[in-house]
């Protein structure tokens, strides 16, 4: 059974620093692009960054450029968002998918890239940035 699991949200203020990873079991992490997504309340989904392990390519939103930090630990896994200086607009519930290779485009808008259909998502963990 393929299986994505969130962990390291929490409540920070901004300008601080939190440390996402999403675990995956049950596929072979070279074969799938892996993305972060969050939805604040009333919006819509949106992309924050993917990772192609099996290359090392990284895909940025604009919104955190410079900011949040992509990376992949193959032996684990493992897949980490590190995000610094962040700001209120932050807040959201942040999600983990991966979808194959075969099916992935890399995003020229990675704030509107979608990993549906075909993908598989985690839980969500929760961000929260105090102003």
């Known amino acids: 059974e393929r299986q994505l699991v969130e962990s390291g949200g929490g409540l920070v203020q901004a300008g601080g620093s939190l440390r996402l990873s999403c675990a995956a079991s049950?596929?072979?992490?070279?074969?799938?692009?892996i993305g972060w997504f969050r939805q604040a309340p009333g919006k819509e989904r949106e992309g924050v960054s993917c990772i192609t392990p099996g290359n090392g390519n990284t895909y940025y939103a604009d919104s955190v450029k410079g900011r949040f930090t992509i990376s992949s630990d193959d032996a684990k896994n493992t897949v980490s968002l590190q995000m610094n200086n962040l700001k209120p607009e932050d807040t959201a519930v942040y999600y983990c998918?991966?979808?194959?290779?075969?099916?992935?485009?890399?995003?020229?808008?990675?704030?509107?890239?979608?990993?549906?259909?075909?993908?598989?998502w985690g839980q969500g963990t929760q961000v929260t940035v105090s102003s």
């Open positions: 049950g596929f072979r992490f070279d074969d799938y692009a």
């Open positions: 998918a991966a979808v194959s290779i075969i099916f992935f485009d890399p995003p020229t808008n990675v704030q509107e890239m979608n990993f549906s259909p075909g993908g598989y």
